[in-house]
Structure formats: structure tokens, C-alpha cells
């Protein structure tokens, strides 16, 4: 999400600051800019939409300069302007920086900056930077910066130059990626290697809490590191190193999760905070039934949420698919709220049937990963899921982000009717340890990699589950189907002997999701009747249970969570299968054939 580039050298920077951002678009982005500084004078150039406008804008300027920053940003925090896009400046003009991540308490400190007397020109979270620098500038630039960070919570990876203390980038990073390039007579500061390897392969990794300061002809961080070579191809980096998006998006999957729960979550009051509610706060607690309205695998998040919202926050939910949702004759009345759930916020069948309820007065909340999206413009209220751009055609770490906020939304309106303390916290406490549970499936890879070599040459796969994992069959049908066309069907567990069972025999494997839950026993019956009638089985099952190894073929071994949240984990195994399945198949992956990754027409 977003990108960094920074030069200090002998070259004239403007060129090297564009190539490097045009080498960071493949994340995706809506904005950028450049801060140029020659001497002491600067000039700052921005743009929304694509680099190429903002060369239009560059051209005929005169900019010479040999220190500078870039960026090039995908909106989290204000929607897609030029005064939202970086650099970001203070009220005097004189501190220009760069930033990826999300600032957590920018409010507060918004707020008593503007008391003191600050004046703000973005609705950013970035921006308090900017001002906190100008209010403690002490003359050097990096001390001044470390007095800052001490101030603000969140992620960041930051690049500043100061017209005040001019000869220097300083940087600085946590939780956000980024990383320094040394060349002679030269250094670059940037958020991923593809910016750097376009002058040298030698780079600094920058640890969490660690600031750097880079001059014309030195550099140094406040603690000594070692210089690492950089291996890969220029073109290898834009994929993060991946030889596919799609990888690359599944192994994004644990960040997707922390993403959406960073600074949201508030254990001690078993309860969490979504801003994106709170203007509607008092009339959701009037809310009686609820639609989850999506399409895709943005539906079987909808199905997992429904399961959620019933079980723990004592609401009549139901997950509709918005094709069908908008000819259907609902009870609607003033206690009914639909909620949208869409990656892009721009799939036209979801929006025609948010449009159908905004007719008949219902309130509309969403759920999406797009900051000013036509859904997250057109709903009353919502929440971001912040699982940046997502490049593959088969949607992954987008659907964990959903799962995370729909898991979020159920303590709140669980918490305003009838869910416990005890309960919230649990639940909360349980989400704040997903991540690290979501890397740990992640080691899985290569064993997953070996089931599809053995799997490659069937056909026809069968996915079951039941309860929270019903919609993961659907799901992990889905993806097999999107990329390695071929055929897949999920079907609930108890479902199978009412007709699929058919056509069960050696030549017809099912996947079988069966986390150590309260469906367990019923889904073993459903793995019997498959293994009595000689259907291979891959288990997806909870780490420990070494019984179910006696039952199956194989198993996929997934960390113990609370049942709610089974889903999170139980899916990325089934990603990363149908990810090998289509390489080994020698699909397009993140092209596939038919397929568009935002739907606009119903
Ligand atoms: C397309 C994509 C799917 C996605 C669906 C919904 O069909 O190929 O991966 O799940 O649209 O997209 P949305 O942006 O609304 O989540």
C-alpha cells in the first residue's frame, strides 16, 4: 500500500525520483508527488490519478535539485485529492515528508495541534507529522524527528527533508517496510526494493524504531548495520519477489488482518472502535435484522458474518448475494439495515442493490477495501477493511480483511444488546492473536505445495464444512475453479449424502474442513461416508488432533482459535492449493480466462 522513494547524490533527481515511483505501481495507487530541494528553495509538484499526470504537470517546470522524495499513495485517510496526496507539509512550508501506514491517534493530535494555533490542508493522518516537526524543530532535523515518533502510534515508514536543516533525507520506520540503497555517491530511501534496484543492489533493511539520515556524501543510522546484496531481477521486485501477485497477496494475508484490526481494538473494555460507525451508532442499536449483501467471494465473507451476527450479536442476519437481493421481495422496516461488502466498492450488481435499499429508505453500511469508492460514497456509514491494493484477479487477502472487520462489527452490536464483558474481551483478545496465527499457516506452503503435485491430475474436487466453515468450502471451491479450471463445489457437510454423495469414488477427492469445533463429530460422520466409498480426503484440521490422520489421506494442519474465527485460518490453506494447482497446471494465475477483477456490469 503506497510507496516511498528518496535521492541524495550528485544526479539530478527528478528522473531517478519517477522511475522509482513508476517501479512501485504495481502496488496500485491514485496519487503522487514529488519535493524537490535545491539549495534552499523547494518546489512541490502533485497530482491525482495516474504518474503520467503528474509528469504533464512537471513538464516545463524547471526543477533542478539533487535532494528529493516521492510518493505515490492509495488513499486510507481522506479520499482522492491533491491536498490529500504527499508529500505533506507544516503550516510554514518548511518540512515536506512522505509516508506509508496508518497514524492511530492522529486525532487527538490533530486537534490539539489545531488548538495551537496549526493550520491543516489535508484530512490525512499523515499530516500531524508534519506540524509535530515543525512545532519541536530544534535546528537538527533527526533529533527532531525522534522527539516526534515518540508522539504518534500506528505504522510508518517516513522520508523528510527540512528546508531548515537542508542537506539531508531522514527516514525512519515501524511496521512499514523500508529500506536504504547505498551507491557511491549516492543513497536512496524506499518502501520496497523494486525503486532501489534501478541504481544499486546493496540495501539496508531499516529495523522497527530505527532512524536514518542520509547526507550528499554519507549516511548513517542510529545504530551500525551491515550492507546486504539484493538478488533479485528489477522485474522479480515488483512482485515483491513473487513469481505471481496472487502469491504474493496470500503471504500479504496475516498484514491484511493486522491492517484491518490495527488501532480498533480495545481489549480492556471487550470492545472495539470502528469511527467509520459512529455518526450512526445510536441508530444501529434500533437494528433488529440485517442483510449482508455481496457478491463473490465478497459473499462468503457476508455468509461467515451472518453466522457471527446471529450467534454472538443477537441479530437476525442474513447473507444475500446482490444479484439476487435486489429482485426479491424483502420485509424492510425501520429496523432492518443492509450491510455492502465489496473488495473494489465499484462491483455494479453490489451497488445497484445498495441503490434498490437507499430507494426504500433502509440504512446502508459497507464494508470495503477502496478509500472514496462509489460504495463508500454512496453508503450511510461504513468501515475500511485497509488490506491494500489487491492485484490478482482471484480476490485473497481482501476476503481475510472482511472476515476481520465483520468479526469487529459483531462485538459492537454485540456489545450494545446483550453480549457479555467476558465475551468481547475474549473475542477481541482472540482477534488481536490472528496474525500471528495466520504466519504460522503460512510454514504450510511447501507441504501444500507437494499435495497439489499428488492432487494435480483430478478432475473434480468436493469441498465440505460446516457452520462457520461452510462458506471456506464454498470459498476454496471457488478459488480451484477461478484459476485451475477445474471442477470444485462446496457443499455442507450434511448436504453430501443428500445427493453429491454420487459421485464419489477413487477418481473424486473432497476437501474437508474440519477444524477441532462444535461441528467436528458431524463432519467426521461426513468424512466416513466419503472414505466408505473410497474418495480420497484432505483434511483441513486443528493442530493436535492426531486422530483425524487415521481417517484421511492427508491433513493440513491449522493453530486452535475461538470457532468464530476458524475461517481466517482455515482458508489460507486453501489459497495457497488452488494457487499450486493452477501454476502446476500452467494457468494464467492472476489473469484468469472470462474473468475481470472488478465486475462493473450487472
Ligand atoms: C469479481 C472477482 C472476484 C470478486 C468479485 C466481487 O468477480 O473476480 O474475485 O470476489 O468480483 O468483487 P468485489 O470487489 O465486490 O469484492
Not at 34 to 49: A, N, P, Q, Y
Not at 384 to 396: D, H, I, L, M, N
Request: glycine share 8%; net charge negative.
Amino acid at each position: 500500500m503506497c510507496g516511498i522513494v528518496g535521492y541524495i547524490g550528485d544526479k539530478e533527481v527528478l528522473p531517478i525520483l519517477i522511475e522509482g515511483l513508476r517501479r512501485e505501481s504495481y502496488r496500485g495507487y491514485d496519487s503522487s508527488g514529488v519535493f524537490i530541494l535545491k539549495g534552499k528553495e523547494g518546489i512541490l509538484v502533485r497530482s491525482v490519478g495516474k504518474l503520467e499526470n503528474l509528469e504533464k504537470k512537471l513538464e516545463g517546470i524547471k526543477i533542478e535539485g539533487n535532494i528529493g522524495i516521492g510518493h505515490i499513495r492509495w488513499a486510507t485517510h481522506g479520499g482522492v485529492t491533491e491536498d490529500n496526496a504527499h508529500p505533506h507539509f507544516d503550516c510554514k512550508k518548511e518540512v515536506f515528508l512522505v509516508h506509508n501506514g496508518i497514524i492511530e491517534n492522529y486525532k487527538e493530535l490533530k486537534e490539539k495541534l489545531i488548538e495551537e494555533g496549526h493550520n491543516f490542508t489535508s484530512e490525512t493522518d499523515t499530516e500531524v507529522m508534519c506540524h509535530l516537526i515543525e512545532k519541536y524543530f530544534n535546528g537538527n532535523l533527526e533529533e527532531t524527528v525522534r522527539k516526534m515518533i515518540k508522539e504518534i502510534r500506528g505504522a510508518y515508514a517516513i522520508a523528510v527533508i527540512s528546508k531548515k536543516d537542508p542537506q539531508k533525507i531522514v527516514a525512519a520506520r515501524m511496521s512499514s517496510p523500508l529500506l536504504l540503497g547505498i551507491n557511491k555517491d549516492e543513497f536512496l530511501v524506499a518502501s520496497d526494493p523494486a525503486a532501489i534496484l534501478i541504481r544499486t543492489r546493496q540495501v539496508i533493511n531499516l529495523d522497527d524504531g530505527e532512524i536514518a539520515v542520509l547526507k550528499p556524501n554519507d549516511f548513517f543510522i542510529l545504530k551500525e548495520k551491515p550492507i546486504q546484496l539484493i538478488e533479485w531481477t528489477p522485474e522479480e521486485a515488483e512482485k515483491g519477489g513473487y513469481p505471481h501477485f496472487m502469491l504474493k497477496e496470500i503471504f500479504e494475508e496475516p498484514e491484511a488482518i493486522e491492517n484491518a484490526i490495527r488501532g480498533r481494538l480495545i481489549p480492556e473494555e471487550g470492545n472495539v472502535k470502528l469511527g467509520g460507525l459512529e455518526n450512526v451508532e445510536d441508530r444501529l442499536r434500533e437494528i433488529k435484522r440485517l442483510f449482508l449483501v455481496a457478491c463473490g467471494t465478497s459473499f462468503y465473507a457476508a455468509k461467515v458474518g451472518e453466522i457471527m451476527f446471529q450467534e454472538y450479536a443477537g441479530i437476525d442476519a442474513k447473507a444475500e448475494v446482490a444479484s439476487e437481493f435486489r429482485y426479491k421481495k424483502q420485509a424492510l422496516d425501520e429496523n432492518t439495515a443492509a450491510i455492502f461488502i465489496s473488495q473494489s466498492g465499484e462491483t455494479a450488481d453490489t451497488l445497484a442493490a445498495l441503490r434498490e435499499m437507499k430507494k426504500k429508505g433502509i440504512l446502508c453500511l459497507g464494508i470495503t477495501n477502496v478509500v472514496g469508492s462509489s460504495q463508500a460514497r454512496e453508503t450511510d456509514a461504513g468501515v475500511y477493511t485497509r488490506s491494500g491494493p489487491e492485484a490478482a484477479v482471484a480476490a485473497t487477502k481482501s476476503f481475510l480483511g472482511q472476515i476481520s472487520v465483520l468479526a469487529m462489527m459483531t462485538v459492537f452490536f454485540g456489545r450494545q444488546r446483550e453480549m457479555s464483558l467476558v465475551m468481547g474481551k475474549r473475542i477481541v483478545t482472540e482477534l488481536a492473536k490472528i496474525p500471528v496465527l495466520a504466519k504460522e499457516v503460512l510454514k504450510k506452503a511447501p507441504e501444500i505445495e507437494k499435495l497439489a503435485k499428488k492432487y494435480k491430475e483430478f478432475k473434480n474436487f468436493w469441498f465440505i464444512g460446516r457452520k462457520y466453515n461452510f462458506p471456506i468450502a464454498l470459498e476454496g471451491a471457488l478459488k480451484l475453479k477461478e484459476i485451475s479450471y477445474l471442477h470444485a463445489e462446496g457443499i455442507c457437510g450434511g448436504e453430501l449424502k443428500h445427493g453429491s454423495l454420487a459421485l464419489v469414488d477413487e477418481n473424486f477427492p473432497t476437501v474437508a474442513i474440519c477444524p477441532s469445533d462444535s461441528v467436528y463429530d458431524k463432519m467426521v460422520s461426513n468424512i466416513q461416508e466419503v472414505k466408505a466409498r473410497n474418495g480420497p480426503v484432505i483434511a483441513v484440521a486443528t493442530e493436535g488432533n492426531e486422530e483425524i490422520k487415521k481417517l484421511v489421506d492427508d491433513v493440513i494442519y491449522i493453530p486452535k482459535t475461538l470457532e468464530m474465527l476458524t475461517p481466517m485460518l482455515s482458508v489460507m490453506p486453501l489459497h495457497l492449493f488452488a494457487y499450486y494447482m493452477a501454476v502446476l497446471l500452467g494457468h494464467d494465475v492472476d489473469k484468469p480466462r472470462n474473468l475481470a477483477k472488478s465486475v462493473t456490469v450487472e
